[in-house]
């Protein structure tokens, strides 16, 4: 595996033929690597986690729960999801004292609901700066409350937080969602990875049941990451040619990202499930709807830029809605996609929740790509190399989720060259 790329400061892309036939290993899924890797260290630290994912997210969780660190300073860098999970996570482990913090990003991003939650069951937090937002001191205990009301409005990770060490609390967990609910699919994830060990979950939501148990597996897979996959499906909707193979990816899968197909199906790439995996095809006698599209990802916010860049270089007209929860990312991903679709005279509107695609994408060869700090960003707009030569500025962000992705371009044929 290669990461030469992840080192420069800028790098140079584009494919000679725009003809795609490539075997493309994904990374493993992070959102079931970093769920699996809190319940194994809850339960049984003999628990072995094949596939598991190796973007910097996963790595940095799997390295602070190995060290099985009782107290001092645990620095979460800008891992979201980590944050969230070891917050609940220290919570609930009697003797801990940790100061929980992070990257200055992830110093901007909300706990607010889920210390109010935890609070709630016998948390002991303290907020060390602004109410509401990292860092904080926590001091573990035996959670003893059975029942708890969370706002679903921000994120479904304080959700899947105390789904997870609901599963370790005596009488079990009794979880009640309030206001708007975000990225439903991924409460069914948690629930899903739970079942696959062996607990007892129960969902009929608004309301959430956890029961405790011990997991009953000694070694569990986690399958390829649909959000990856995403990039690879824009890959072929760009090509002039494509046939790609993702092994390990399944139909149906719990991960929410995999309603993806629908809309590239939509616009013309084919799926075709072989059971080991799915393989992509460029469906060049598809006839395209020229009406705009409206799509809501209120449930899927993950694929929401590489979707806006696939409509906009299609030269379909869109209205992407359902966006709250971009603003938050390591970027506001919003403001940088509206940046860097107008470098391609891609004319858009936003709001807080959505962006209007109006038309008007034309390829502007070298164009520089600013990435935010921002995996998906890189990824999404990475495929535009097939149009002739683009830069990707800082391209080592997408360690983040996906380490390998350039030296997978690479393998797909496309020249990608330091500057």
């Known amino acids: 595996m290669s990461y030469e790329f992840l080192q420069y400061d800028s790098i140079s892309i584009f494919h000679p033929t725009g003809v795609i036939r490539a075997k493309i290993e994904l990374p493993g899924s992070k959102s079931e690597s970093n769920r699996l890797l809190i319940l194994k260290a809850l339960h049984n630290r003999e628990l072995d986690i094949m596939g598991l994912s190796e973007s910097d997210d996963t790595v940095l969780l799997q390295k602070i729960l190995d060290n099985d660190l009782k107290e001092g300073v645990v620095d979460c860098q800008l891992a979201g999801t980590s944050y969230r999970f070891l917050l609940a996570y220290f919570a609930s482990m009697p003797g801990c004292d940790v100061l929980l913090t992070g990257a200055p990003r992830m110093l901007e991003r909300p706990i607010g609901p889920l210390v109010a939650a935890l609070r709630n069951l016998g948390a002991d937090i303290t907020y060390l700066g602004k109410d509401g937002y990292p860092p904080v001191r926590i001091q573990g205990k035996d959670l003893t409350e059975h029942y708890v009301e969370i706002d679903g409005s921000t994120s479904s990770q304080f959700i899947s937080a105390l789904m997870l060490i609901g599963t370790k609390m005596k ?41 405790p ?95 806006a860049v696939a409509l906009a270089a299609s030269g379909i007209k869109g209205y992407l809605t359902g966006l709250n929860t971009l603003r938050i990312k390591e970027t506001n991903r919003i403001e940088a996609l509206v940046n860097e679709l107008s470098k391609f005279s891609v004319q858009c509107e936003f709001g807080n929740d959505c962006i209007r695609l109006s038309g008007g994408f034309t390829f ?44 997978d371009l690479i393998h797909a044929g496309f020249l990608i060259q330091e500057t």
């Not at 090509?239 to 990816?249: D, H, M, Q, T, V």
């Not at 520089?368 to 800082?394: Q, S, V």
């Open 171 to 211: 009488s079990g967990l009794h979880i009640r969602i309030t206001g708007r609910q975000v990225s439903v699919p991924y409460i069914y994830l948690t629930a899903s990875t739970l079942q696959r060990l062996g607990f007892h979950v129960s969902i009929q939501l608004p309301d959430i049941t956890i029961l």
């Open 213 to 307: 148990a011990s997991i009953k597996m000694s070694k569990v897979r986690v399958e390829p990451d649909w959000s990856a996959a995403s990039y690879w499906y824009l890959v072929a909707l760009l090509s002039k040619e494509a046939e790609i193979f993702l092994p390990g990816l399944r139909i149906p899968s719990m991960q929410g990202d995999s309603a993806l197909r629908g809309y590239f199906d939509m616009l013309g790439v084919e799926t075709v499930y072989l059971g080991s995996g799915i393989r992509l095809f460029r469906n060049s006698m598809r006839e395209i709807n020229s009406e705009a599209l409206f799509l809501n990802f209120i449930d899927t916010p993950d694929i929401a830029q590489t979707i």
């Open 364 to 407: 502007a060869e070298n164009t520089l790509i600013n990435t935010y700090g921002d995996h998906r960003m890189a990824m999404a707009f990475a495929p535009l190399g097939i149009f002739g030569k683009i830069f990707i500025e800082h391209p080592g962000v997408v360690s983040k989720s996906y380490p390998n992705f350039w030296s």
